[in-house]
């Protein structure tokens, strides 16, 4: 069955305290790993999509890399208003095509003064 | 360019009642997809439309369907309303069912009282 797992479930951080959020998957196909962010109420917002392994990409103080297990996304020097939900997610190879989502449970991130 | 729309954003219907979301994609996007998130299962995928056309389905009870019309705009519905049904119902749209990211909405809230 396929399984994404993201570590750790909460984590708290003091601005400036970089840290690394994790997400470990079993699937077969996989087309590609996605990042999303998500604030209290709203829709999950766009970071990252990789597709092989080895890949990185960054954007701001956000760095996300792919290996063949797992994907990790690198937070450095975290300010306040980067606190959210951060979701993992991997696309399969579906028969037919198309687009299917699977998703981790998420890392709640708490960033303080 | 104007996001995913979703409407209404907030909605109370009661048991056995039956209610339809609207979800209006990205300009030139024709790939819609529906999300339900709650708190205990997360993010879990309903169904994708393209060209009009159901292209994959998650692990819903039928009565949970949607459709999408000429224009890529789409719709679900949920009939027979169940309290296990409240939760956020998430739109996402993609350019084509060939690239992989998908772009969220700001989500329907659904109670079930």
């Known amino acids: 069955e396929d399984q994404v797992t993201q570590s750790p479930e909460a984590l708290r951080l003091q601005e400036g305290e970089s840290s690394s959020l994790n997400c470990s998957y079993t699937?077969?196909?996989?087309?590609?790993l996605f990042w999303y962010r998500q604030d209290p109420g709203k829709g999950p917002e766009f970071l990252f999509t990789l597709y092989s392994a080895g890949e990185e990409k960054e954007k701001e103080r956000l760095k996300a890399t792919l290996t063949k297990k797992e994907s990790f996304l690198h937070i450095t020097a975290p300010k306040p208003e980067d606190s959210a939900t951060y979701l993992c997610?991997?696309?399969?190879?579906?028969?037919?095509?198309?687009?299917?989502?699977?998703f981790g449970t998420g890392t709640q991130l708490k960033v303080e003064l | 360019k104007a996001g995913v729309t979703q409407t209404p954003r907030y909605l109370i219907k009661t048991r056995g009642q039956q209610v339809t979301l609207s979800c209006s994609p990205i300009?030139?996007?024709?790939?819609v997809s529906w999300y339900q998130q709650t708190p205990g299962q997360g993010l879990q995928f309903l169904f994708e439309y393209f060209s009009e056309t159901q292209r994959n389905k998650g692990n819903f009870p039928g009565r949970f369907s949607g459709r999408q019309f000429s224009n890529s705009r789409s719709e679900m519905n949920v009939s027979t309303l169940e309290l296990g049904d409240s939760a956020l119902y998430l739109c996402?749209?993609?350019?084509?069912?060939?690239?992989?990211?998908?772009?969220f909405g700001p989500g329907t809230r659904l109670t079930v009282t």
């Open positions: 996402a749209s993609s350019p084509s069912t060939s690239t992989y990211e998908q772009y």
């Open positions: 300009s030139g996007h024709r790939s």
């Open positions: 997610a991997v696309q399969l190879s579906l028969t037919g095509g198309g687009n299917k989502l699977t």
């Open positions: 699937v077969s196909g996989l087309r590609g």
